[in-house]
């Protein structure tokens, strides 16, 4: 009877489950490091066994087990009730490891998504209105921006504007120097640079003036945008004509122009005049074919073509008469040569007194820019 109760109050007594479970299959349970101890088992031991000693004479102890009666019922009623009691009251307040229960992570997704529920009703509008107040912010900095950009743009056209305007009685002189008969190469070089400088300025101009917003009720002498495309086109136009006969006179100065030619020459002398005379007609044509067009000086052009043609003829009469020693023949046909060179410059100064006359009806049609 005590050896079952025993075996009774050692099953309950495990807090792991499962150790008894495989101590029913016949495995050895394993001891937990959290059991605890066998308080049942130890007590029924202090009351069913008891261990006596006994003094002898020669004062060694000898220990003796004395087997107790067998317990009444009512004794091993008793000792159940209150082991029973003390393991419940153990097992509540022991701590133990807690199984798996699946309502927890459904618990706890609930609790995080009542936070984001609770957290949306804050977190929408604060999202809006950081978006909104960015967007605000970046309209704002770029109109700002192009406001900025505008006056800068309006002060830079204005000083440009003047510029021209500074630059526009220089067309002038400009005019006067390159429609002059008797010019010089340097005075041609300093009407180009300055013509130069005044394109740029036009160019600029022509890139920008379409980006400024005009007033033509307080422009006098403006009406529209029409008439001010027509007073840039008119710049640009006398600017391209100016550079054009200005290229053409530097290539025409190259043209069919000779050194003192002699009456008589040694035949030394004469193989000297033909080698010059040859590059002089190989000069006058390239230029020639290098010749801007302009309608001004299309009759000279013409001219010019006809005389290059005449004097490469007279070149070889003149050649001639000198191996021939025919002096009276040399002598006309030199005269025929400077007659030659001659209608060539008339032809050319009366293209560019034509010339000189447009550029002036073109340069009193201009108008300062606004």
């Known amino acids: 009877m005590n050896n079952r109760l025993n075996s009774i109050f050692k099953k309950l007594s495990y807090e792991n489950k499962s150790s008894y479970v495989l101590e029913m299959l016949g495995f050895e349970s394993i001891q937990s490091s959290l059991s605890e101890k066998n308080l049942i088992q130890e007590e029924l031991k202090k009351n069913n066994y008891g261990t006596d000693t006994i003094t002898l004479n020669n004062n060694e102890q000898v220990a003796a087990d004395i087997t107790n009666d067998i317990v009444p019922p009512i004794a091993i009623e008793t000792i159940v009730t209150h082991k029973a009691r003390n393991f419940i009251s153990d097992y509540n307040t022991s701590d133990f490891t807690h199984e798996f229960k699946p309502t927890n992570i459904t618990e706890q997704f ?29 309209v704002v900095d770029s109109y700002l921006d192009a406001q900025r950009s505008e006056q800068i743009v309006t002060q830079d056209f204005i000083l440009l504007s003047d510029s021209l305007n500074t630059l526009y009685f220089t067309l002038d002189e400009i005019i ?26 036009l160019i600029q101009y022509q890139n920008s003036y379409k980006k400024v917003t005009y007033d033509f009720e307080n422009i006098t002498n403006y009406k529209n945008i029409i008439e001010l495309d027509s007073n840039l086109f008119k710049h640009l136009s006398l600017i391209k004509q100016l550079d054009l006969l200005l290229s053409y006179r530097i290539l025409n100065t190259e043209i069919l122009i000779y050194s003192d030619l002699p009456n008589t020459a040694d035949r030394e002398t004469i193989n000297n005049l033909t080698t010059e005379l040859s590059n002089i007609s190989a000069n006058s044509i390239s230029n020639y074919e290098q010749l801007p067009i302009i309608s001004q000086f299309d009759n000279h052009n013409n001219t010019l073509f006809q005389s290059i043609k005449i004097a490469n003829e007279l070149h070889g009469q003149y050649l001639a008469s000198l191996r021939n020693k025919e002096i009276e023949t040399t002598k006309s046909l030199l005269l025929s040569i400077d007659l030659n060179k001659k209608f060539v410059k008339t032809s050319y100064e009366k293209s560019l007194g034509t ?6 009806l073109l340069y009193d049609s201009l108008i300062p820019f606004p």
């Not at 978006?131 to 912010?137: D, G, Q, V």
């Not at 390159?178 to 300025?201: C, H, M, W």
């Open 110 to 138: 609930k609790s995080i998504w009542i936070n984001l529920e609770q957290r949306r009703r804050w977190l929408y509008p604060t999202f809006f209105i950081m978006i909104t107040s960015f967007l605000s912010f970046y």
């Open 355 to 360: 010339f000189r006359d447009d550029m002036d």
């Open 176 to 201: 006067d120097i390159a429609t002059d008969p008797f010019f010089s190469r340097y005075g041609i070089s300093n009407a180009s640079a300055d013509l130069q400088v005044v394109e740029s300025k």
